[in-house]
């Protein structure tokens, strides 16, 4: 093999790992990513049965139901709509009535929203930017409130 | 009054860094050794101040000090004195202090351990630390300033967040700002080179010891956070591909490749621009994971209080930093002359191989953290990139790196013998597999990847423990202990990173067969979990200086036999009513029962999450010695900074060729 011929196999060869490691990139935000889905858009029918997504909002209060067996039945609203969830596991430690909550799952044939994971965050006054958005569009968003702590 | 000393010690320092930032860099440009030697006096003074101001911020905190906001915010007196402490930099800006101090501690470190740096070098590299050091000092002073009062003073503070009153938060912070900002001065050496244009072999030795130093700490800074997260958050998992983890994985990533590539530029003269461009690149990825966090643009659950203003501020000190070092890059790299050629089956190839898949594994990271904000931006719609993605991606990235390390860590310089080399290797090849057929056969039916990947893992480890063995035993028993401790440092660390390398490879592979139990118990009831069963005893209150909160009493049996009990417990802070979660944990050599438990409504039942975790513990222990082999490294006294000459005097015939 000549000089020339061996530092194409090697260019070729680095060629190779880039180019699978940008597909397999490609492939993975095209497959693999999850959307975000305010009760609003869910109930307008943008999301199909089956398909994984994140729906976040407000736990409406009064609605934590704790049944045998941990499973909890709660209701996720962005004010304007609300979507009732079913979720079986530990809540984590700043899952409360009235407070932000994104959680992780899918829809089934029926409409009926079981989540896999709700995701808990570090600090109770951190709300999570997706629902104060979901929260700002549909007009119910009261700046001050879960925006940070208060200034003195 | 004290308080006042810290804030005006801080406006010192930022005028003093300006002064540090012109001065020793125009005397490096003319070459002027009377200004360059301004360089290092001023870096030390610099240190001096930032750690008067920080001293102050902590007093404020020790004494409870709530005409301080930045007290009253994250304070309180119930507090116990070490979370008092270590609670100045829980927070926003006593953090940003934290990073503005390891800044200067390591200007400060640079100039006095500069002997054998030279003039031009010296001057240049401190005034680009000098720099950065003037950009945060002036984020700090001007967007979050810790020494802001409050009039008039509140009687109680608002105490400090329930989740970072742990020992972790004395520990993982520091350690992981040692790494992340460390790279600073591995930005300013490269910058400063590029300024000076001494880019060669000897500039890769100086940078050495500063790019261990960052690497050591971020590597343990980044195991700690794992494991605080795995036994703080009671979801039993020790990494979540959170944004915020994401941020310092990629420093790391690159960073690793920046120690493998340097040692090429520093044997053999090649790869340089190279280097240069990864010393770069590492800390612009720690301002960049520094934006992420403090300005909130990624949805994280590492939340800071998240101000618009700040990220902003941030944003243009990244652009200006990335900016203005690639502008430099680009108008020296063509002056930087490559140097040794290379066969591709050599030490240098498989360096090169790591720097490849390292690197393509950091872009893979920063494209899934990044994605979500730019899709955002572009179409508005909201998305999570989780774990699924980078397990897609990265997975298939690493295993063909893991197989390369053994091969590359014997492959000779400039040509090696890969036939040579997998023959040398026979005994350890046979031997993992060996042991992953006895593990496969243990655990039964499991995923296969998972068991490649064990494999992978005992591979690489006793490769790397074969590896010495052979070193030592070459010539027989008599003599192997002399020829031990007679190794070049340098060899023993390359042999226990990758040995560190193999046992987290393990750990990791070993979370694939894991038992879990997800279950309502009342006192009496008894779960399985395994070979080991977990019986609750009872459920009660118990009040802490500053937190109340409900414990439970499980037993632990193994078969009949009563191994240990645990008490888990559900804890409700005082002073921000948040509750936190206390997992009980027993250990068994390396593997550990874990149990978390939920809130308990009626007092009569108690909702738990219990796991059964084989090897767990191997996922740090696997870093700890990465850690552990880049001191030994680090003690190398042929390599050490201060002591060229002693080397080169040294007989050839006790430095085996590596």
């Known amino acids: ?152 | 009054m004290i308080v006042e000393i810290g804030h005006y010690a801080l406006v010192l320092a930022l005028v003093l860094t300006l002064f540090q930032a012109t001065f020793p860099l125009w005397g490096a440009i003319r070459r002027d050794a009377a200004l360059v030697a301004l360089g290092p006096y001023a870096a030390i003074a610099q240190f001096l101040l930032i750690s008067v101001s920080f001293a102050a911020l902590t007093y404020a905190y020790l004494v409870s000090d709530f005409s301080v906001s930045n007290v009253y915010e994250n304070s309180h007196t119930l507090k116990p004195l070490i979370y008092k402490w270590s609670g100045v930099w829980g927070n926003h800006e006593g953090s940003m202090l934290l990073w503005v101090l390891i800044l200067a501690l390591f200007g400060a470190g640079v100039a006095v351990f500069s002997r054998n740096l030279p003039n031009d070098l010296l001057g240049a590299t401190l005034a680009v630390q000098a720099m950065i050091a003037a950009a945060f000092l002036a984020f700090v002073l001007f967007a979050s300033n810790p020494f802001l009062r409050l009039g008039p003073a509140p009687f109680e503070g608002r105490d400090l967040n329930p989740i970072l009153q742990d020992p972790g938060l004395a520990i993982h912070p520091p350690l992981l700002y040692l790494g992340y900002v460390g790279y600073s001065i591995v930005f300013s050496f490269a910058a400063g080179a590029l300024i000076v244009g001494r880019i060669d072999a000897a500039f890769a030795r100086m940078l050495r010891p500063w790019n261990l130093v960052a690497w050591i700490t971020l590597t343990l800074g980044i195991a700690m956070g794992s494991y605080w997260a795995y036994y703080e958050l009671g979801w039993g998992g020790y990494w979540f591909w959170d944004p915020v983890e994401n941020a310092s994985l990629m420093p790391w990533l690159t960073g690793t490749a920046l120690l493998h590539s340097a040692i090429v530029m520093e044997k053999r003269e090649a790869l340089k621009i190279w280097t240069i461009l990864l010393a770069i690149i590492t800390f612009s990825l720690s301002l960049l994971g520094t934006f992420l966090v403090r300005s909130g643009v990624l949805t994280s659950v590492h939340a800071f209080a998240v101000d618009p203003e700040r990220g902003l501020f941030i944003l243009i000190i990244l652009i200006a930093f990335i900016g203005g070092s690639f502008t430099l890059f680009a108008f020296r790299a063509r002056a930087m002359e490559s140097g040794g050629l290379f066969a591709p089956v050599s030490r240098e190839g498989a360096l090169v191989l790591n720097n490849l898949f390292l690197a393509v594994a950091a872009l893979a990271v920063l494209v899934g953290t990044l994605y979500p904000l730019a899709l955002e931006g572009v179409t508005g719609q909201k998305i999570s990139v989780g774990p699924p993605f980078f397990n897609l991606t990265i997975v298939p990235l690493m295993l063909p790196l893991f197989v390369a390390i053994p091969f590359g860590q014997r492959l000779a310089w400039k040509r090696g013998d890969l036939l040579g080399v997998a023959q040398r290797m026979v005994f350890a090849m046979g031997l993992s597999l060996l042991a992953t057929l006895v593990v496969a056969y243990h655990i039964g039916r499991g995923p296969a990847l998972a068991i490649i990947a064990i494999g992978l893992g005992i591979f690489i480890l006793l490769a790397s423990l074969d590896e010495i063995r052979e070193r030592v035993m070459r010539g027989g028993t008599a003599g192997a202990l002399h020829r031990l401790i007679g190794l070049p440092r340098t060899f023993l660390a390359t042999a226990l990173a990758h040995a560190g390398v193999g046992i987290m490879v393990i750990g990791i592979a070993f979370t694939a067969f894991e038992k879990e139990a997800i279950v309502s118990m009342k006192p009496g009831e008894t779960v399985k979990l395994g070979e080991y069963s977990l019986t609750l005893r009872g459920i009660a209150p118990y009040s802490g200086p500053n937190y109340t909160s409900t414990v439970a009493h499980f037993v632990v049996h193994d078969g009949t036999r009563q191994v240990a009990e645990l008490r888990p417990a559900k804890r409700v802070y005082i002073g921000r009513q948040m509750p936190t979660s206390e997992v009980g944990r027993h250990r068994v050599g390396f593997s550990e029962v874990y149990v978390a438990i939920g809130e308990t409504s009626d007092g009569n039942h108690v909702d738990l999450r219990a796991y059964w975790k084989p090897f767990v513990t191997l996922i740090w222990i696997g870093p700890v010695l990465m850690a552990l082999a880049g001191l030994l490294s680090l003690s190398d006294r042929r390599l050490r900074v201060g002591a060229p000459r002693v080397a080169a005097r040294r007989p050839e015939r006790l430095e085996p060729a590596e």
Do not use: C
Not at chain 1, 64 to 83: C, H, K, W, Y
Not at chain 1, 100 to 120: C, I, M, Q
């Open chain 1, 1 to 152: 093999m000549t000089r020339k011929q061996k530092r194409l196999m090697i260019l070729g060869g680095f060629g190779l790992v880039l180019v699978s490691a940008l597909a397999m990139i490609l492939v993975g935000l095209r497959d693999q990513i999850v959307f975000f889905r305010s009760p609003s858009e869910v109930m307008a029918g943008k999301v199909k049965p089956g398909e994984a997504f994140r729906l976040g909002g407000l736990v409406e209060k009064g609605s934590v139901l704790r049944e045998p067996n941990q499973m909890v039945r709660f209701r996720v609203t962005d004010g304007s709509n609300a979507i009732a969830v079913t979720y079986r596991g530990l809540l984590p430690d700043l899952f409360r009535e009235g407070q932000g909550v994104v959680t992780e799952g899918r829809l089934d044939a029926s409409g009926a929203f079981t989540a896999s994971t709700v995701l808990a965050r570090h600090d109770e006054n951190y709300m999570p930017r997706e629902v104060a958005d979901a929260l700002k569009q549909q007009g119910h968003w009261q700046p001050g409130k879960g925006d940070g702590p208060p200034k003195p």
